[in-house]
């Protein structure tokens, strides 16, 4: 399984972006896939995660309400959109995926067996 992640950038405070997370190598709805995000000296931190057929969501207290994941089956890519963004959303953000047990609430990194390279996302004051 390969996983892609694009659409970082720099984006003022109050502002809005979208990730995209490309998934290939396997059948899509045999996987939920997550957003992990990494500040400089902080552990990952799950973001939001969405279930193999895209009926169930779950997000980290910290973005509720601000960002939406959402699956596109048809793409075979998950998407996390970021609004209200703030200074402490700077980070360099993961998509991750898993079979098996895992589903939209895994929130444990170790879980997930199948991770992107990062895209950076930097939001300014």
């Known amino acids: 399984v390969q996983l892609q992640a694009s659409g970082g950038g720099v984006v003022q405070a109050g502002g809005s972006l979208r990730l995209f997370c490309g998934v290939s190598?396997?059948?899509?709805?045999?996987?939920?896939v997550a957003w992990f995000r990494q500040a400089p000296g902080m552990e990952r931190e799950f973001i939001a995660g969405?279930?193999?057929?895209?009926?169930?969501?779950y997000y980290a207290d910290s973005v509720k309400g601000r960002f939406t994941i959402s699956s596109d089956s048809a793409k075979n890519t998950v998407a996390l959109e970021m609004k209200s963004v703030k200074p402490e959303d700077t980070a360099l953000y993961y998509c991750a995926a898993g079979g098996g047990i895992i589903t939209s609430s895994t929130r444990d990194p170790r879980a997930y067996a199948y991770w992107g390279q990062g895209t950076l996302v930097t939001v300014s004051s």
């Open positions: 190598g396997r059948t899509f709805r045999n996987l939920a």
């Open positions: 969405i279930s193999r057929l895209g009926n169930t969501k």
